[in-house]
T-cell receptor
Framework: NAGVTQTPKFQVLKTGQSMTLQCAQDMNHEYMSWYRQDPGMGLRLIHY???????DQGEVPNGYNVSRSTTEDFPLRLLSAAPSQTSVYFCASSYSRPSKGNTIYFGEGSWLTVV | DAKTTQPNSMESNEEEPVHLPCNHSTISGTDYIHWYRQLPSQGPEYVIHGLTSNVNNRMASLAIAEDRKSSTLILHRATLRDAAVYYC????????????????FGGGTRVLVKP
């Protein structure tokens, strides 16, 4: 199993540019989410999805869009990048029902710098 | 969401045990206690989880207080590879979708292992 795959691993953007961080999982998980992690801090939830066609906002959604057209993919779009979005981004996936499996799997992260 | 409290950092010598405490005084009856760790420049990875009884796996042991208001993650023989930030997180296993899968990350405990 590949698990949770994120691309790209590193990206430098100019202020105002847009880009998409890709996330794919091959475990047939219903729940997927995006977190950001700023230096020295824990992860904060940006957006999440409980299944294809269903998304919702987390703790820090401003400046980001998501969509979930398939079970496997959950891309995160930065509409107009700002320096405040410089961070490390993690995608995660899990079964919607913890009784099916208690582990939440994380990708390896995408390091984004906005200059 | 129920909150957890952990020390900011702990040091250990290689090959010695490490005891990482976590307080969760507002834990509810259906909250599982989960531990994740984050190695440098990687995404969080699952370590162990438990509800009421002590738990062991190949990575660690989890000791849960009788009143469930605190727990301790035990790394029996720390290696240099165990140097990471360890997060204690509560997860409501009775709920599906976002309610059962949204994780609230605190600052975690940074474990330093000295050779």
């Amino acid at each position: 199993n590949a698990g949770v795959t994120q691309t790209p691993k590193f990206q430098v953007l100019k202020t105002g540019q847009s880009m998409t961080l890709q996330c794919a999982q091959d475990m047939n998980h219903e729940y997927m989410s995006w977190y950001r992690q700023d230096p020295g801090m824990g992860l904060r939830l940006i957006h999440y999805s409980v299944g294809a066609g269903i998304t919702d906002q987390g703790e820090v959604p401003n400046g980001y869009n998501v969509s979930r057209s398939t079970t496997e993919d959950f891309p995160l779009r930065l509409l107009s990048a700002a320096p405040s979005q410089t961070s490390v981004y993690f995608c995660a996936s899990s079964y919607s029902r913890p009784s099916k499996g208690n582990t939440i799997y994380f990708g390896e992260g995408s390091w984004l710098t906005v200059v | 969401d129920a909150k957890t409290t952990q020390p900011n950092s702990m040091e250990s010598n290689e090959e010695e045990p490490v005891h990482l405490p976590c307080n969760h005084s507002t834990i509810s009856g259906t909250d599982y206690i989960h531990w994740y760790r984050q190695l440098p420049s990687q995404g969080p990875e699952y370590v162990i989880h438990g509800l009421t009884s002590n738990v062991n796996n190949r990575m660690a042991s989890l000791a849960i207080a009788e009143d469930r208001k605190s727990s301790t993650l035990i790394l029996h023989r720390a290696t240099l590879r165990d140097a990471a930030v360890y997060y204690c997180i509560l997860r409501d296993a009775s709920r599906e979708g976002a309610a059962g899968n949204k994780l609230t990350f605190g600052g975690g405990t940074r474990v330093l292992v000295k050779p």
